[in-house]
């Protein structure tokens, strides 16, 4: 008797129509099967799907080109297909379940003609987590394949451990012919189902990633009573060998893997990496709000990654175990055959070939390398890998930050007054948009907890949750939010960050533990200068001051946009939250 997972592959197979089915186990072998397959068998625009790069250099490193029009999330073309249009809230693109599955259909039909079908079982969490969940995703191309692979703990143990149950996740993904208007993301909450066609990039494709470990969770953790959010996990570990562990928000290429793998600029202190961009939070059998990343691998953005920037994802990314590392739409040196990007530590080749393989010399007006380009690698190659990273438990949150790129306006450093006005900093958070998805860059946006484009439903709701989880809470953390990004009036950053931002880490960490000031403004508790740690760091007082002005005056369009956003939510927002708006317009109009 096939089990309801046989029986749903079986489904998937006579709609998609592949040449056959390979069902995959995880294993090292396997991984230098899909390798080979890719390089001499799938392409993608005519070319293959990875090519070799100098193993010397780049161990077990391998270059992947997408789709010319496939390189980044398609937002608008993303949808969650709750029963009625106000569950998705006015934060999702919409459309009924049944006319969404009927339209899919078709498109399906037959897509994976010609093509291997990859069964890929795996868990999203240590699957000895009582947070973890058992997934399936089916997909037609090596990339996910591999990508999955990485970033997931794919096993055929997975299929045990699902057995003859059929609440399993599940995915079904094709490349299809990569013509956008064929192109979609289909998100089925109440079936825990995603149904993606016509993109082979890692947000619409690599269906564990955002589209369930945020989208489809989040719903989970809304029925749940736990959270599934876009966020960093790390433990700072201060000179006295103490390890304080916070939780940060913040949109995509604002930093957050920077911070995640952090070498701290502060003599004694050392940050431990958990994960650096999801978390789900559970209140455990203590009371207290505990993290695990349900991910095994990074998926970072590699335009300005550094020695500089950030040394140790360098290590990481030459980092010697047998998970291949990816690299998505960056540049290559034809001379040396290795990955190049725009803010690397070399300079760029005379013999040079662009992020579509065209060449290229350093005087174009382009970038060699795509603004989105990416890398996918495994979080064990990294030197600052926590030793909690594996614990099924999860790391106890002592702080959760809030963050975002934005030139004016926002302090350096902010601390709530309580958690109801935490979750209001995380409301009416916003940043400038970034090439990390379809949009223009550098516009205003606001996007609450770094989670507008991944909530699985009516983000009204989604702030109810939150203040619920609070109230659970024995000891809820502090919540605060941070901006690296400030600029003077000629667009130089005011803060150095990096390492340096180790110095608002302590400041937050010290407020935990009640050892450092601050003065009360409108918008929460701001350090005085004198409460940031500024030895060995080259910054005027008056840079410093700026950094931590609240100027009330400045912050009459700020609210006015605020309340636009608030009220596209109608009659759902919670009552808490206008509230603390309230209070804000209060002081500062």
């Not at 399993?168 to 066609?197: A, C, Q, T, Y």
């Not at 003077?488 to 390492?499: I, R, S």
């Not at 002005?549 to 006015?560: A, N, P």
Request: with cysteine.
């Amino acid at each position: 008797m096939p089990t309801p997972l046989e029986k749903w592959v079986h489904q998937q197979a006579e709609l998609t129509k592949p040449d056959r089915i390979h069902w995959c186990d995880g294993s090292e072998e396997e991984a230098r099967w899909l390798m080979k397959v890719g390089m001499e068998q799938e392409k993608i625009n005519g070319s293959p799907v990875f090519y070799l790069l100098n193993q010397n250099t780049w161990p077990h490193a391998y270059l992947h080109r997408s789709h010319p029009t496939d390189v980044a999330r398609t937002e608008h073309l993303t949808y969650v297909c709750h029963p009625d249009k106000e569950t998705a809230g006015p934060n999702n693109n919409w459309m009924e379940p049944e006319k969404a599955k009927k339209m899919l259909t078709n498109l399906s039909n037959g897509c994976m003609r010609g093509r291997i079908m990859y069964v890929l079982p795996y868990m999203m969490g240590h699957p000895d987590s009582p947070f973890a969940k058992a997934c399936v995703q089916i997909t037609d191309i090596s990339y996910v394949a591999v990508s999955m692979r990485i970033m997931t703990r794919m096993s055929k143990k997975v299929i045990k451990k699902i057995g003859n149950r059929d609440d399993f996740v599940k995915g079904l993904h094709s490349v299809g012919d990569f013509n956008p208007e064929k192109r979609f993301i289909m998100h089925f909450p109440d079936e825990h189902f995603v149904w993606s066609i016509g993109s082979g990039y890692g947000g619409n494709a690599l269906l564990g990633k955002k589209c369930f470990s945020l989208r489809i969770a989040s719903w989970l953790g809304y029925n749940e009573s736990w959270l599934a959010e876009h966020m960093v996990i790390m433990g700072i570990e201060d000179p006295e060998g103490n390890i304080t562990y916070v939780t940060a928000a913040m949109p995509s290429a604002c930093g957050k893997t920077n911070l995640a793998m952090m070498e701290s600029a502060l003599p004694g202190y050392r940050v431990w990496t958990i994960g650096d961009d999801i978390a789900w939070l559970n209140i455990g059998p203590d009371g207290n709000l505990y993290a695990i990343n349900p991910e095994i691998g990074f998926f970072g953005v590699a335009p300005g990654t550094s020695s500089k920037t950030n040394p140790n994802m360098v290590k990481t990314l030459k980092g010697q175990n047998f998970y291949p590392t990816l690299f998505t739409n960056t540049a290559l040196n034809i001379q040396t055959n290795e990955p190049w990007w725009e803010g690397f530590d070399v300079p760029a080749g005379d013999n040079m070939a662009d992020w579509q393989g065209k060449a290229w010399v350093p005087s174009s007006n382009k970038p060699a390398a795509h603004p989105n380009s990416r890398f996918t690698v495994s979080i064990y190659n990294t030197p600052t890998l926590s030793r909690e990273f594996d614990n099924p438990k999860g790391v106890p949150i002592s702080a959760i930050i809030f963050g975002g790129r934005r030139s004016k306006l926002l302090p350096l450093v902010v601390e709530a007054f309580s958690w109801q006005h935490g979750v209001f900093i995380g409301t009416r958070s916003g940043s400038e948009t970034t090439a990390a998805a379809d949009h223009q860059v550098g516009v205003l946006r606001r996007d609450p907890m770094a989670m507008l484009p991944f909530c699985g439903y009516n983000m009204a709701d989604y702030f109810r949750h939150w203040l619920r989880m609070g109230s659970k809470m024995k000891n809820p953390p502090k919540i605060f939010s941070v901006n690296w990004f400030r600029t003077d009036e000629d667009g130089n950053f005011l803060w150095p960050g990096f390492g340096e931002n180790i110095r608002v880490l302590k400041w937050i960490i010290d407020r935990i533990n009640n050892r450092a000031g601050g003065r009360e403004t409108p918008i929460g508790i701001v350090p005085r200068p004198e409460d940031i740690e500024t030895s060995g760091i080259d910054i005027s007082k008056e840079k410093l001051e700026k950094l931590l002005s609240v100027d009330t005056r400045e912050w009459k369009d700020e609210i006015q946009d605020i309340k636009k956003f608030l009220d596209s939510f109608g009659r759902k927002m919670p009552s808490e939250i206008l509230a603390e708006y309230q209070k804000l317009y209060n002081q500062c109009v």
